[in-house]
């Protein structure tokens, strides 16, 4: 299959996957419909800190936070390799990643994701909205089989 073709094919499957029109690693979330959206700069927002750290893992993998709660995500990245954080659906987490496993080196440039260098630190402002459970990954090819995800739990 061409890669145009591949392309094409994987903008569909996305698209279903988010029941709506979402363009892939552009300015729209990808990764399913996360309970929530970009939180606004200036808002009051609680830190949560997550450790991006070897072998594979996000310390901590599970955070509670209430519905109507904006929260800054500090990253730090603790191993020798990049590592991202795209927060969403984990059906759709999973396809995403088969598709980063097909096309390495994709970058992801979301508002629903981040992506942070070796030894550096990054930030994601996210406004939850409603409650239940939304997921999180490193979708970079071996991470998420690797065990580098988590969950969100919005009551």
Same mark, same amino acid.
Not at 134 to 144: K, M, T, W, Y
């Given at each position: ?19 709506? #029109? ?14 929530? %959206? ?55 987490? %999973?396809?995403?990643?088969? %598709?980063?496993?097909?096309? #390495? ?27 239940? %459970? ?22």
């Amino acid at each position: 299959m061409s890669r145009r073709r591949l392309v094409a094919a994987g903008a569909i499957v996305a698209g279903l996957l988010l029941a709506g #029109p979402v363009a892939a690693h552009g300015p729209e979330p990808h990764g399913g419909a996360p309970t929530g %959206q970009p939180g606004r700069p200036g808002t009051p927002a609680r830190v949560v800190r997550i450790e991006m750290a070897e072998p594979m893992r996000f310390i901590p993998d599970r955070i509670t936070v209430r519905r109507g709660e904006t929260v800054r995500f500090v990253f730090s990245n603790s191993d020798y390799r990049d590592h991202e954080f795209v927060i969403g659906d984990m059906a759709a987490l %999973q396809a995403h990643a088969e %598709q980063m496993r097909r096309h #390495p080196g994709m970058m992801h440039r979301e508002v629903n994701a981040v992506t942070v260098s070796p030894w550096n630190e990054g930030e994601l402002l996210w406004h939850f909205t409603r409650p239940g %459970q939304v997921d999180f990954a490193c979708l970079i090819p071996g991470h998420f089989e690797g065990g580098m995800r988590g969950v969100v739990i919005v009551e």
